[in-house]
Structure formats: C-alpha cells, structure tokens
C-alpha cells in the first residue's frame, strides 16, 4: 500500500518560493509526529522540519526563518512552504512519520532544484 506520497517540486531560481505536499491517511495524520526530510546528492539524509500530531514544530537551522511546515487534517495532507530558496537547498525531499522511519518505508519523494 503507499501510504506516503509527496508532490510540489521543480525548478525555481535563487530567491523563489515553492510548496510541497505529502499526502498520508488520516489515521497516520492525526497519530504521529510528521516531518519532512531532504537528501541531496552526496549527503545524508537530513530532517529539515516536523509537527506533532498537537501541532508544535521545530526545524532545522539550515532552513529556520525561510521554511514552515503546515498540517491540514480536513485534506489529510502536510505541507513545507519553501521561501528565499538557495541553490544549497537542492535535493529530494520526503516526508515521513515516526512508525514509518522506525521501519525504513520512504515514499518516492519529490525533486526540489535551485539553480540560476
């Protein structure tokens, strides 16, 4: 079953805006603490923001300020708005939950590229 699935990349310039989307259940929605992580070429795979289920956030240094994570439980979606983008900010980004990463499910994840 695909339980995770995430839309909203492409390419944009240094300085532009973009949003992205992570369908799931809304069981998985309401239950666990959602995050959305990116891996770039290279590198590791890094968290770069979360929400709990009662809608506390946090977020990684790299992206504090300039990113925010949302959650629409009426559309059973998660969102990451992504302004003043950097090239650095290049990966494939997916979202996830703390069952899901327990167990190593990943989705296909989405494409986010940054470049002039």
């Known amino acids: 079953q695909v339980q995770l699935v995430e839309s909203g990349g492409g390419l944009v310039h240094p300085g532009g805006s973009l949003k992205l989307s992570c369908a799931a259940s809304?069981?998985?929605?309401?239950?666990?603490?959602m995050g959305w992580y990116r891996q770039a070429p290279g590198k590791q795979r890094e968290l770069v923001a979360s929400?709990?289920?009662?809608?506390?956030?946090n977020y990684a240094d790299s992206v504090k300020g300039r990113f925010t994570i949302s959650r629409d439980s009426a559309k059973n979606m998660v969102h990451l708005q992504m302004n003043s983008l950097r090239p650095e900010d290049t990966a494939v980004y997916y979202c996830?939950?703390?069952?899901?990463?327990?167990?190593?499910?990943w989705g296909k994840g989405t494409l986010v590229t940054v470049s002039s």
């Open positions: 996830n939950t703390d069952l899901f990463y327990a167990m190593n499910y």
């Open positions: 929400i709990t289920s009662g809608g506390s956030t």
């Open positions: 809304k069981s998985i929605l309401d239950s666990y603490t």
